[in-house]
């Protein structure tokens, strides 16, 4: 039983009172008793001494009724019978002289038989009674003769006295023991209590303090003994413990701080996975609060998964433990958080020992890398178009030089030919079949290295329906059009856009082989930082292109911007890659959603300051002119079709095959008063000088001359910046007359 040490000691001084007390009643009592006893006795002696003597009257004067009447003499309360015996010489009577029957003692006869001169008392004591012999003698009257003993008398005392005073002494030490025990018990339990057991129970009542956590002031030492001194050492331990909970108090908040500092998330756990500490980070990538996360296993706040299986990957807790290395995990490996969402990650787990190199522990380090493997996913995205973009620079080069003849040719060919006649027909479908080449070798030179897009303000508004109008235009689809008012302009280059938009309704259309409706719109958007990856924060134009097929399968979905991967049987593979492509030439950034219930991309395209210029002019519209042409072009087939447009156009025309012949020639009609009124010069001279630089030698010649720039889609910028180096126009390959026409009459204007 769990007792106060006051309870205690105030048991024990009552335990040892009591004893005392009932130690000293005994003694006192056994006094006692002896002292009544002896009182009894005594007066017993003198009463059967007084009755002893009234026999011995009555014998000498033979008065017997004096000897009958002896009661008088020893009448009492505690005188119970007496009785008187005659003594014969070898015997003692047996009948008594005041005819009671109450025999004498055996013992009282013995002794008077063997003493008949015996003049002593003889006792026999009972707890009920005492007996007391006393000798009868007679006197002789002659001293020479010794009395003759002739009976004795026998008086019975109570004992009741002796008990009444015992009781009373009893009684009386009882309640005296009482009183001084609850006196001393009080008193000495003050006393014990203030010099004690206070400095005790106040050393008591810091040590549950210091249990609890809490460091209390020292304590008071009001002594120099013991307890003053064990007082003065607690105090020196609780100031050694204030300071080292002190210390510990600043490093556990310099961890806290080194953790929310950390930019990577932190786990702590002991060796039975429990989650001791994690620190803000953790917080946000697990989804579980401070609060929360302590206290619960590993595995369940700290979920993780196989991003290619989805299978639950391995505790990384389990490895360290069993290896006692730092280990990390496989990649593709995905968080769950406490939401269900998903983000990717990498991590390394390390074990924590103490001082005996034991593992008391698990720090967890991991990190979000979603949108770092985002980034490295469009980065390989444009690698595989800069190296698909080597090859096929070279490639659509020269195939739209081919092109350049076909297409010219073609336009020739119609001039000449009526239009309502059945080779019109022809000529028209090879010059369409041209046009699909030239999108394809577009697409092709999308992929060149460096190349930029010839950019104005234009409206993304007006582009994206004539390509909704024109692509659908035979189909099955309807369309639907969500555009806000006052939609911003675009810096765009607008056959590129167009080929985009071409591309997304093409596999919109193909998506749904069965009919639906292909649902478009355009709106203004201004983006926070990092709220669309790779944009910056400003104000985007937002185009959204959305079917009603059967949707992309969750597998192709991170692939459907590569080069060359098609799941089409006639599909070129090149179509999104190329919309992917344009869109970041533009500065701009693609994003896809896809479902069962459909597909739709996201196009998002930096707003531009200026107001939107579209070009309307009707291509069948041939301009005539007249002047002096010098056209510079490596390959046979472009100066033979240019010459033989330029002729049909009504322009003289002079050629050279490369950049050094241009400037002779120029110089040379220069210096003769004759000079070219117009230059059409090829980008890209292969082994040989190329417009750019024979451009700047003719303009240091003549500083008013007019140069066009002509080329495909190339991996120089000067096709979209023409007129810093010195152009005055631009001129993109293939071409037909219709468009040659127009661009060499705005130059000769200007």
Request: hydrophobic letters at 45%; one cysteine or more; glycine letters at 6%.
């Amino acid at each position: 039983m769990n007792l106060l040490l006051k309870t205690k000691v105030s048991l024990f001084i009552a335990a040892v009172m009591i004893a005392a007390s009932t130690v000293s009643t005994v003694l006192y009592i056994t006094a006692q008793r002896d002292s009544v006893e002896r009182e009894v006795i005594a007066r017993g002696i003198a009463l059967s001494e007084a009755l002893a003597r009234s026999v011995d009257d009555g014998l000498a004067t033979e008065n017997l009724n004096l000897i009958k009447n002896v009661e008088d003499i020893v009448h009492s309360d505690d005188v119970l019978f007496t009785q008187v015996f005659s003594v014969v010489w070898l015997g003692i009577a047996s009948v008594p002289i005041d005819q009671l029957n109450t025999p004498p003692s055996p013992e009282a006869i013995e002794y008077f038989k063997k003493n008949q001169q015996a003049s002593a008392n003889y006792f026999i004591k009972t707890p009920a009674w005492i007996d007391i012999y006393h000798p009868v003698f007679l006197d002789t009257h002659d001293i020479r003769i010794k009395d003759i003993l002739i009976g004795f008398v026998r008086l019975r005392v109570s004992t009741e006295p002796v008990s009444q005073a015992i009781r009373n002494v009893v009684l009386s030490n009882i309640l005296a023991a009482l009183l001084l025990t609850t006196f001393v018990v009080i008193t000495l339990n003050a006393l014990i209590g203030h010099y004690l057991l206070k400095p005790i129970m106040a050393l008591q009542r810091s040590v549950s303090r210091h249990k609890q956590g809490e460091f209390p002031e020292t304590v008071t030492v009001s002594s120099s003994d013991e307890i003053g001194q064990l007082s003065t050492e607690f105090n020196a331990m609780s100031l050694a413990l204030r300071e080292r909970e002190e210390r510990l108090a600043e490093e556990k908040e310099r961890l806290a701080v080194t953790l929310r500092s950390i930019g990577d998330a932190v786990i702590v756990t002991d060796v039975a996975g429990v989650i001791t500490m994690i620190n803000k980070v953790a917080e946000q990538h697990t989804g579980w609060t401070l609060i929360e996360a302590p206290g619960r296993q590993l595995a369940e706040v700290f979920n993780i998964i196989s991003e290619k299986s989805g299978n639950r990957c391995a505790n990384p807790m389990e490895k360290v433990l069993k290896t006692g290395l730092i280990c990390g995990l496989a990649n593709h490996t995905a968080l769950i958080r406490k939401d269900g969402t998903k983000i990717t990650i990498e991590d390394s787990a390390a074990p924590i020992r103490d001082r005996n190199s034991v593992i008391v522990g698990i720090v967890l380090v991991f990190r979000d890398v979603t949108e770092k493997r985002r980034m490295e996913e469009e980065l390989l995205k444009v690698e595989k178009l800069q190296s698909v973009g080597v090859l096929a620079g070279g490639l659509a080069h020269d195939f739209n030089n081919l092109l350049t003849s076909m297409v010219g040719n073609i336009s020739l060919a119609k001039m000449y030919i009526d239009t309502r006649s059945k080779a019109y027909t022809r000529l028209n479908e090879a010059e369409a079949a041209a046009r699909r080449a030239t999108d394809l070798t577009y697409q092709l030179l999308t992929f060149a290295k460096g190349g930029a897009p010839i950019r104005q303000a234009a409206s993304i508004s007006d582009i994206l329906r004539e390509a909704v109008s024109f692509t659908l235009s035979g189909t099955t689809i309807a369309s639907e059009a969500q555009i806000d008012d006052g939609v911003w302009a675009v810096e765009a280059d607008s056959g590129q856009i167009s080929q985009v938009f071409s591309n997304l309704i093409i596999n919109a259309v193909q998506a749904m082989p069965r009919g639906g409706t292909l649902h478009y719109a355009v709106r203004n958007t201004v983006l926070a930082d990092q709220e669309v990856p790779s944009l910056p924060a400003g104000p985007f134009v937002k185009i959204s292109i959305r079917d009603t097929g059967m949707g992309i399968p969750g597998e192709h979905l991170s692939r459907i911007f590569d080069p060359y991967f098609t799941t089409k049987q006639q599909g070129s593979g090149l179509g999104l890659a190329s919309v992917y492509s344009i869109v970041k030439k533009h500065d701009g950034h693609v994003m896809v959603e896809s479902s069962s219930s459909g597909t739709i991309f996201h196009i998002y395209l930096p707003a531009s300051k200026g107001e939107a210029v579209m070009q309307l002019a009707n291509a069948e519209v041939i301009t005539q002119g007249g002047g002096s042409v010098l056209v510079m072009d490596d390959e046979d087939v472009v100066r033979e079709v240019s010459g033989e447009m330029l002729r049909a156009l009504g322009y003289t025309v002079e050629f050279a095959k490369n950049g050094t012949e241009a400037v002779a020639l120029y110089q040379a009609a220069f210096e003769a008063r004759r000079p070219f009124d117009l230059v059409i010069m090829d980008l890209t001279i292969p082994g040989g000088m190329g417009g750019k630089e024979a451009v700047q030698q003719l303009r240091h010649l003549d500083p008013k001359i007019k140069a066009i720039v002509s080329s495909g889609y190339s991996n120089d910028p000067i096709m979209a910046d023409y007129p810093a180096h010195g152009f005055k126009g631009v001129i993109v390959k293939p071409y037909d007359i219709a468009n040659f026409s127009r661009t060499l009459s705005e130059v000769m204007k200007a």
